[in-house]
């Protein structure tokens, strides 16, 4: 049985990976849509691994003596929706470089708090299947986000993806302060 804190992490942790997941592939079809070549699709990829890993030790040591892990999650979530609508100004390889630097700094704050937020409070009984439903539910949200992102793209533009992206990164990130209040 899991609790009211780990229900809201993997509710909104779905939430944040099925906004997140619409992208995918499609990335690569925005990047040359922006005038980008192979390697500034390779930069611009490199440039989110690169920071978020970095980011992602630092920060995770940070949160050990810093506020508190549950501010710097919802600090992340908040910074990563804020960037996922910034793709709407996106209109050269060089401003696709900042977003996806952007998006790395986010990740950075969301990841390692919201994994030693979902230990904290897992069900130590269950801890197989705890960690089963938040790994299992990325990957199913991702996926089910891909035929949606693709549909709308297909149907619609990449404008109207990024706006349905970051609206659902939005009500995840809302969904996720009531970590705070509990």
């Known amino acids: 049985m899991l609790n009211k804190k780990e229900h809201i992490l993997l509710n909104s942790t779905y939430l944040w990976y099925f906004g997140a997941g619409m992208l995918g592939p499609l990335f690569a079809v925005f990047a040359q849509k922006i005038g980008g070549d192979v390697l500034e699709l390779s930069w611009a990829w490199a440039t989110y691994l690169i920071v978020s890993g970095i ?3 630092a920060i995770g040591k940070i949160s050990d003596s810093f506020l508190t892990k549950e501010k710097l999650m919802m600090t992340g979530y908040a910074l990563n929706t804020i960037f996922t609508f910034g793709y709407l100004f996106v209109s050269s390889p060089v401003h696709l470089f900042i977003i996806e630097a952007g998006l790395g700094l986010a990740s950075a704050l969301a990841w390692p708090t919201w994994d030693a937020l979902y230990a904290k409070y897992e069900n130590k009984k269950n801890d197989g299947y705890t960690w089963g439903l938040a790994a299992g539910g990325e990957f199913l949200m991702g996926g089910l986000a891909l035929i949606f992102g693709g549909i ?31």
């Open 152 to 182: 709308i793209v297909a149907h619609f533009s990449f404008a109207a993806l990024f706006v349905i992206m970051g609206s659902i990164q939005l009500v995840a990130t809302l969904y996720q302060a009531q970590i705070l209040l509990k």
């Open 55 to 57: 980011l992602i030790i």
